[in-house]
């Protein structure tokens, strides 16, 4: 938890550059006890009504069947709506404080070439949203910030092409990665010293009990994080409370060695996307996730707030 004294809340700090500003309050915790704004579905930004649909889309839209041909051909422009969770680029949404940035991964069906981003239908090339985080990182302003980069699902083959193509890509950032023999329970001051660009802690999602790769730590054995899969406000915000209440339960001593994730995340139903297809039968009808987001984040940040 961060000080209430008057220092800290008279300290002036920038989105952009919030952890350095911070650095006098925050230096002595670690990663794990610092509280980030997250993005989820960070990268989801790129998804258009002609996008193709991704490894991840609902079973029904998959396929060769006729069935499935004429249902992409009538809910490809409506999901892209409720695909679409933010509107910002990766650089942008850095710029603008998000320290957290869940991603997902998968080849695209229209481009072999490259690897995608994706939520229900192809975003991104990973490429771009890598390229964000590294210009975001070289800027003077910003070189200071530390940065979890969560890849929470990866839709690649299973053959060693499909990780090792993914872990390709991420040598555009191998410098930054901060190594997996440094635990997370290092104070943040400690980071900063020993080096002037590592930054980045690399989170991968594998049933594997150790990756080729010498920063990527397996999300399994390094997060905490649970989906609670609501569609209610009410039953969200009762999910959270029990969350944290059965975490009260098992106190913990000393530094986590963990990293936790909130997942305060709305879970729209196949119906609530049905029903938006025609908005105007009821003023409790969304067309897109925004709308549904514009009415329960208020409420979720509320309860962030509240927290002691």
């Avoid at 009504?49 to 991704?54: I, M, R, T, V």
Wanted: aromatic letters at 12%; charged letters at 25%; glycine letters at 4%.
């Amino acid at each position: 938890m961060l000080p209430e004294s008057d220092d800290f809340t008279n300290t002036a700090w920038d989105p952009q550059s919030w952890m350095h500003d911070l650095r006098s309050f925050i230096g002595e915790m670690a990663i794990t006890q610092v509280c980030l704004v997250g993005s989820h579905d960070a990268a989801s930004y790129g998804v258009r009504k002609d996008s193709p649909f991704g490894a991840d889309a609902p079973g029904f839209l998959l396929g060769d069947s006729v069935f499935a041909s004429l249902s992409r051909l009538l809910f490809r422009g409506i999901c892209a709506s409720w695909s679409r969770c933010q509107w910002m680029s990766v650089r942008a949404q850095l710029d603008y404080g998000v320290r957290y940035l869940d991603l997902r991964v998968a080849t695209n069906p229209e481009d072999a070439s490259r690897l995608y981003t994706l939520h229900h239908q192809i975003s991104v090339p990973l490429a771009d949203v890598l390229e964000d985080v590294k210009a975001f990182l070289n800027d003077p302003l910003s070189a200071n910030e530390f940065i979890v980069l969560d890849f929470q699902h990866l839709y690649l083959t299973d053959d060693s092409d499909g990780k090792g193509k993914f872990f390709k890509e991420l040598e555009r950032l191998s410098d930054r990665f901060i190594p997996v023999d440094v635990p997370l329970t290092m104070p943040l001051e400690m980071l900063w010293r020993v080096s002037r660009r590592r930054r980045i802690f690399l989170v991968v999602s594998s049933g594997e009990d150790e990756l080729p790769y010498p920063a990527a730590r397996i999300r399994s054995k390094c997060m905490v994080s649970r989906w609670v899969n609501e569609n209610s406000l009410r039953k969200l915000l009762e999910a959270l409370n029990n969350l944290l209440l059965d975490d009260l339960k098992y106190p913990q001593t000393g530094v986590p060695s963990k990293l936790y994730v909130t997942q305060a995340v709305y879970t729209p139903r196949y119906s609530d996307i049905f029903r938006g297809i025609f908005p105007k039968i009821s003023r409790r009808v969304v067309s897109s996730i925004y709308g549904v987001a514009t009415r329960v984040n208020p409420s979720l940040l509320e309860w962030f707030y509240l927290l002691k």
